[in-house]
């Protein structure tokens, strides 16, 4: 394949700055794609934090020649016009600069100075329709021209746009061919007139949805799905969801618009994280051939959260897992019934990890009262803990109302446990219902966002599970599977060559 020239425009870059799931996918792909000999360039602003983790790493950021406090073309609302300076440094300083990407960072400390990634307030456009535009004339300064310019999410779907309007004089870009990925449909960058002023009513009205000009709004993401030159989500069946029903969240029509050019790619797993024959973060490693340090993870998780151990009781007692934000996306509701009941009439074991929604909590934090020897709850974000509850528990639960993508799942395969999910958006694409005729699958999955779906499904899981022969040919169909970066990179590779024939 000849090689792309790829800027990556983002929010969030793990290890330097990161509140979801964007950040890894941002680093894990472009980590990938300069192992494949690509120019990978990722644009990303210049967070404190990230200057606080360069300087305790001992290796500030070199300065990038000619694009010292460039001015930009937004005005806030005091007509002032913020200025950046572009720096660089590298995702890995043990790695040789030639295998992985260039990290550019986009210093402007007045508006992104402050302490959090996002601030909510009324400037938040500016702020990323700025990064936006530092990415394109960082390009002009740099006297790069990419293939591709990948945006992600709404933060820096103005891109194509800007592409269309204030670049569009710039020979540089003829060529140049935009993607953006959606990772979060739930967040749009709604704006109103400051920022129609902003990128100039003369401007958009020649591409902009009229209605939308009327109302004096403007969708960063909408804008995104409109002009790049494909969009696509972190699943196939993701993309299908939000173009045909109400997970598109007011999107759906400008979607069907796109349908020829919208697609889904399932997100990689950094396996060098999270695979259980390495992983430094569970007491006892283990691999398909040899399952039996995941045995003595169980027990030593039970005794961890004080829990009987799995051999109390009439036979082996299986271990429910769950590794979450506690919000309603996750469906965790379906449990409030099933989960009681359950404790009450059966052998198993329950532990979820979360936080979130104080109802949920609450709901956790009672059945711990309720079944002080069968259930344990730990509130907060901890990544040993979901390390040591994916290697531990025989099943893992996934109900979620939508999921994009979703991770946990892709984990529990790799660990050996056997994943009972929602057949929606990711879970269905990564899922494959396990058959026992056939002794094909590795999980399970229900479809209607009903307790009594999940009921028997988890139930079927169960019994699937206590059979040894069933539950040893499940658990290895799924271990066998490689959801690694490496092989989902070429789906990108893919569509990079389709936006440049
Ligand atoms: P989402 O991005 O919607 O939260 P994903 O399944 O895509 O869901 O990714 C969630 C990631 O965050 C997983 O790596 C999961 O293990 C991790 N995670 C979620 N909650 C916690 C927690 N309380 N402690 C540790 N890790 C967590």
Redesign the pocket.
């Given at each position: 394949m000849t090689p792309f020239s790829i800027a990556l425009a983002c929010s969030e870059l793990t290890p330097f700055a990161k509140t979801?799931?964007l950040a890894d996918v941002a680093s894990g792909l472009s980590r990938e794609l300069a192992l494949n000999g690509h120019d990978v360039r990722v644009f990303v602003p210049y967070y404190p934090r990230i200057a606080k983790r360069l300087a305790d790493e001992g290796r500030p950021p070199t300065v990038v020649p000619n694009a010292h406090d460039i001015e930009l073309g937004f005005p806030d609302q005091n007509g002032r016009r913020a200025a950046f300076s572009l720096f660089e440094t590298s995702l890995d300083p043990q790695l040789p600069p030639a295998q992985q990407p260039r990290v550019l960072l986009v210093d402007c400390p007045e508006l992104f100075g402050g302490e959090d990634i996002y601030g909510g307030d009324a400037d938040e456009w500016l702020r990323f329709a700025t990064l936006s535009r530092a990415v394109l004339e960082s390009c002009q300064r740099m006297g790069w021209a990419p293939d591709v310019v990948h945006c992600n999410d709404w933060h820096t779907a103005a891109i194509p746009l800007l592409l269309r309007t204030h670049y569009a004089w710039d020979k540089l870009f003829a060529n140049t061919k935009t993607l953006l990925t959606i990772h979060n449909i739930g967040y749009q960058g709604v704006c109103g007139p400051d920022a129609l002023a902003g990128f100039g009513w003369g401007q958009l009205s020649s591409v902009l949805d009229p209605n939308d000009l009327e109302l004096g709004l403007l969708n960063l993401l909408k804008t995104g799905v409109l002009h790049a030159s494909a969009v696509n989500t972190v699943s196939k069946t993701y993309a299908r969801e939000i173009r045909e029903t109400e997970l598109g969240m007011g999107l759906q029509a400008a979607l069907r618009q796109r349908a020829d050019d919208l697609f889904g790619i399932v997100n990689g797993v950094d396996y060098g994280e999270w695979d259980p024959e390495h992983d430094p973060r569970i007491p006892f490693q283990y691999s398909a051939a040899d399952l039996s340090g995941k045995a003595r993870c169980k027990t030593d998780l039970l005794e961890t959260f004080g829990l009987a151990p799995a051999d109390e009781g009439p036979g082996e007692a299986a271990l429910i897992g769950t590794?979450?934000?506690l919000t309603s996306?996750k469906g965790f509701e379906l449990l409030t019934e099933l989960l009681p009941e359950l404790l009450e009439r059966f052998n198993v074991r329950f532990v979820a990890?979360?936080?979130g929604e104080r109802d949920l909590e609450r709901f956790f934090q009672g059945l711990h009262q309720r079944f002080p020897r069968k259930a344990a709850f730990y509130s907060?974000?901890?990544?040993d803990?979901?390390h040591r509850i994916e290697a531990s528990s025989d099943l893992f639960l996934m109900p979620s109302r939508y999921?994009p993508?979703?991770?946990?799942q892709m984990?529990s395969l790799k660990y050996g446990t056997i994943p009972v999910v929602r057949a929606t958006g990711g879970l269905a694409d990564t899922v494959e219902p396990f058959d026992r005729r056939t002794g094909e699958g590795t999980g399970f999955l229900f479809e209607p966002f009903e307790t009594r779906a999940l009921t028997s499904t988890l139930l079927e899981a169960l019994d699937v599970w206590s059979d040894p022969a069933l539950r040893a040919r499940c658990i290895q169909n799924g271990m066998a599977l490689d959801w690694s970066w490496k092989r989902q990179v070429r789906e990108y590779e893919a569509l990079y060559q389709r936006l440049s024939e």
């Open positions: 979801g799931g590794v979450s934000r996306q990890l979360g936080s907060g974000y901890n990544e803990l979901a999921e993508c979703g991770l946990n984990y």
